[in-house]
């Protein structure tokens, strides 16, 4: 059973689509009564790794591990 299902155009960037995704995105659990509760922590890959991203999920109380992008560059022999 999927937690969520939204269909986006092809030629979208997935990347706009994470903060959609969480809002609708509740766990389920084996309690009675009403059976959702927020995510607690975003684990994925570091090209979702932006500033609006990192800022955007503290605020839903969401503890985001995204690996930092590091940017290799040649050092200059000379």
Not at 12 to 40: F, H, M
Not at 44 to 69: F, H, M, N, T, V
Request: charged fraction near 35%; include cysteine.
């Amino acid at each position: 059973m999927p937690l969520s299902n939204p269909t986006t155009p092809a030629n979208g960037s997935e990347k706009d689509q994470v903060i959609p995704l969480l809002d609708s995105v509740k766990v389920k659990t084996n309690k009675c009564g009403r059976p959702r509760k927020p995510l607690k922590v975003l684990a994925a890959e570091k090209g979702y790794d932006s500033k609006e991203k990192s800022a955007a999920l503290p605020r839903r109380g969401i503890r985001p591990q995204l690996p930092k992008e590091v940017w290799k560059t040649k050092k200059n022999k000379g």
